[in-house]
């Protein structure tokens, strides 16, 4: 015999466990709304049965949480909603919205899950980064943390942070980017030696070196640019609302 418009029992069962949550969002306790209980066989020596008996809060929250294209359903959301006696729930409206608030619920978990599916290829494509060879020009590397949507930086302000966060120096007779000796033994950044033929004496001039973001050193920053827009999105956040005129 077909429970509710359902044929399978199965279905049933799932809306059933839907309901048991609604119920715990809107505050109540399914343990006391939904009571598991076992039958003994009508046979001797018979198997026991499980079966399962709910109040009528629990009715109307399983009611809630069925397909409204079942006349059952229909019908059962119809007789709450009209019915606002003594149901044992504070009114069909409350059904309703903690019906709403485990549907915003199942959607952030489905957001959650997209936007954990999209992050992973960058997560992998830095893996990857990180456990490479060589090194990247700081124009290059730029272009590769603007690929983070949390990171917003080009040549000239990423050469700045390198400077911020003691990595570079001016060199004071050239006025190139030098690295710090640390920066180039944490294996952050290198130095990549420059020279050129005098075009009248063509002799070797040896010109200051470019510098250079390891894969480890991207990966690096990335980490520290991250954290300061986090820092400065809960900063703007905690910010009080400007109301003067």
């Known amino acids: 015999m077909p429970i509710l418009g359902y044929g399978d029992w199965q279905r049933v069962r799932d809306v059933v466990e839907r309901a048991v949550v609604s119920c715990r969002l809107a505050g109540g306790d399914p343990d006391a709304e939904f009571t598991r ?124 942070r390198l400077r911020d966060i003691n990595w570079t120096f001016r060199q004071s007779g050239d006025g190139a980017w030098r690295a710090y000796q640390r920066s180039i033994d944490g294996g952050w950044l290198s130095e990549l030696p420059q020279s050129h033929y005098h075009p009248r004496t063509g002799e070797l001039v040896l010109d200051p070196p470019r510098l250079r973001v390891t894969a480890k050193g991207l990966a690096e920053l990335r980490r520290r640019l991250t954290e300061s827009a986090l820092v400065r999105e809960r900063s703007a956040g905690s910010r009080p609302e400007d109301n003067r005129p």
């Open 37 to 160: 209980v076992v039958l003994a066989s009508d046979e001797p020596g018979g198997l026991e049965r499980r079966d399962l008996r709910f109040t009528r809060r629990a009715a109307c929250f399983i009611a809630l949480n069925g397909d409204p294209r079942k006349p059952a359903i229909a019908a059962a959301r119809a007789y709450f909603a009209i019915d606002t006696g003594d149901t044992g729930t504070e009114g069909a409206l409350d059904e309703i919205e903690a019906a709403r608030r485990y549907l915003a619920a199942l959607e952030s978990k489905r957001d959650l899950q997209v936007k954990l599916a999209d992050l992973a290829p960058d997560a992998a494509s830095w893996q990857v980064l990180a456990s490479a060879n060589g090194d990247f020009s700081v124009a290059d590397a730029a272009k590769i943390l603007s690929r983070d949507a949390a990171i917003e930086v080009g040549q000239t302000r990423l050469f700045q």
